[in-house]
């Protein structure tokens, strides 16, 4: 073999699997407890016994618990098993896409109540944690100026169709998406006045036409 020609790194296929299932098992784990039992009560220890793993291993793959839970965020807001930034996005390339303001706001509905189907649970933990805990509290704090950020963004996509009502400023159009599409909306209509969840997607396009469209 020539001295230029270096063997490339072993990876292990079957190694990388069991780790992205091990993975797993901790996060769906820490989502039961942390939604069972609050951020407080639910400990590392308890995770790595739900999971069936060593504490170590729940620290090597997802690390202490306020990374976990912020891991547990991210991935119910992306919908998959990694945090995937908002342009990235599958309903989002969908939006931009789109032609039609109308059709925007309803791919958008449909994406806030499947966000908010996994997303509400920890929200209701992240913001009885918040308070009391600094690193919770940064979280909640970067997830509320990144949503307002990408309220503006969605806005400006809207306005460019020319089918707003005029009446709207681009910060007011994103005002008023950023109010309707929080999850604290989702948790009074779906988990607290019992709507299906079919119905909230309905009724926030819907409003959503109604108060921004011509």
């Known amino acids: 073999m020539s001295d230029s020609i270096k063997p490339r790194p072993y990876r292990s296929a079957r190694r990388e699997e069991a780790a992205r299932e091990t ?121 509320a100026e990144r949503r307002a950020r990408n309220m503006r963004l969605f806005a400006a996509d809207l306005l460019e169709t020319g089918e707003l009502d005029p009446s709207h400023d681009l910060g007011e159009v994103a005002d008023i998406v950023w109010a309707t599409n929080s999850a604290d909306l989702y948790v009074l209509l779906v988990r607290e006045r019992g709507w299906p969840p079919e119905r909230y997607e309905r009724w926030l396009a819907d409003a959503w036409c109604r108060l921004l469209l011509l």
């Open 23 to 143: 993975r797993g098992r901790i996060l769906d784990a820490a989502r039961r407890l942390f939604t069972a039992e609050g951020y407080a009560s639910a400990t590392i220890a308890a995770v790595a016994r739900e999971a069936g793993v060593a504490v170590d291993t729940v620290y090597a793959s997802v690390g202490r618990k306020p990374a976990l839970f912020r891991l547990l965020v991210e991935t119910a807001i992306s919908g998959v098993d990694d945090a995937v930034p908002a342009e990235e996005r599958d309903y989002v390339r969908r939006i931009r896409a789109e032609g039609s303001a109308r059709r925007k706001l309803e791919i958008y509905a449909a994406a806030t109540r499947a966000i908010h189907d996994r997303l509400a649970p920890l929200f209701l933990v992240l913001r009885a944690a918040a308070p009391g805990d600094p690193e919770l509290a940064r979280l909640w704090g970067e997830i």
